[in-house]
């Protein structure tokens, strides 16, 4: 990779780009903070988060019953009964056919990606935080090597944003990042050997019951934006490790004006509950009745 000097991207451009990330980060803090806040009230760690609190109760009490809980699970059982089955309907009369193709073909597709248990964990991510979101990508991997579409549920933690806006496909940049085994990496990746740092941050995680490791982890961004190409917008996506470059669509003659992808769109859906101005996530159903529980418990009591 000694011609990344002299290519689109570089170790100059990911340094800015990661300069975007940082900032992107910062404005997104108050999201995540919440979402932790959720899921340890979903696993009843009330106590952790009522102490951040200035009013919360210093006699003695404690929320420990399981109202909220019982709220949750029960919607996440209608939203199971409710599983969506694709229905492709013709825009116009000549589309009769290609509808009827797809009706076929996308029930084939989400049944080899398990969809089901996709949509219920993207179901427990949304009743609890406020946002499921779906990744939907192209996997050469898949059918013994011929690719294949894959839907994949993803953490919102891992997902950053223009600040401020409502619809990620109107964010500038959008940058998705994921842990990964360092020996397994720059096994794929040999030029990255030695250099596979996380560029001095990490992102934030859940606080789980188990004791996690990530000493032989590195942070890997995949960043996805647009250029104009022939007059027409283009999705261009590389992914990094600190500051090398292991792919990127710019620096390959075959992908530069074709793009990631046709559709031109970031490949990440996100589905709110309850939504919010100024941010693609929403708020779920902790924030809403997390103070009802508390008056339960205190009635209880």
């Known amino acids: 990779m000694e011609e990344n000097r002299t290519l689109p991207v570089g170790p100059e451009r990911l340094q800015e780009w990661t300069r975007i990330l940082a900032r992107y980060r910062a404005g997104k803090a108050s999201v995540e903070r919440r979402i932790i806040q959720a899921e340890n009230w979903w696993k009843l ?116 944003w223009e600040p401020g806006v409502t619809d990620i496909q109107d964010s500038p940049h959008f940058f998705s990042t994921e842990l990964q085994d360092r020996e397994a990496l720059e096994e794929r990746y040999p030029w990255a050997k030695g250099k596979a740092d996380r560029g001095g941050w990490s992102v934030s995680r859940y606080l789980y019951d188990d004791a996690v490791d990530t000493s032989g982890k590195v942070l890997v961004v995949d960043w996805y934006y647009h250029t104009r190409e022939n007059g027409r917008k283009v999705l261009q996506y590389c992914k990094f490790v600190g500051d090398t470059v292991l792919y990127a669509t710019e620096n390959d003659p075959d ?39 508390k008056q339960i418990d205190l009635m209880n009591q």
Not at 268 to 292: M, R, W
């Open 255 to 293: 992908m530069r004006e074709k793009g990631w992808y046709d559709h031109g769109k970031y490949p990440f859906v996100f589905d709110v509950l309850f939504p919010e101005e100024g941010t693609p996530a929403g708020y779920g159903y902790v924030d809403l009745c997390k103070s009802p529980q």
């Open 45 to 160: 760690r009330n106590t952790t988060e009522e102490d951040k609190t200035a009013d919360s109760p210093r006699t003695g009490f404690r929320s420990r019953s399981g109202w909220l809980h019982n709220v949750i699970a029960n919607k996440h059982a209608d939203a199971m009964e409710a599983y969506p089955e694709p229905a492709v309907l013709p825009r116009e009369p000549g589309d009769r056919q290609e509808a009827q193709t797809l009706s076929a073909i996308l029930p084939v597709i989400l049944e080899q990606n398990q969809f089901e248990r996709t949509w219920s964990g993207a179901m427990w991510q949304k009743l609890k935080e406020g946002t499921g979101c779906y990744k939907v990508v192209w996997d050469k991997d898949k059918q013994g090597g011929l690719g294949d579409i894959a839907v994949e549920r993803t953490n919102v933690l891992n997902l950053f």
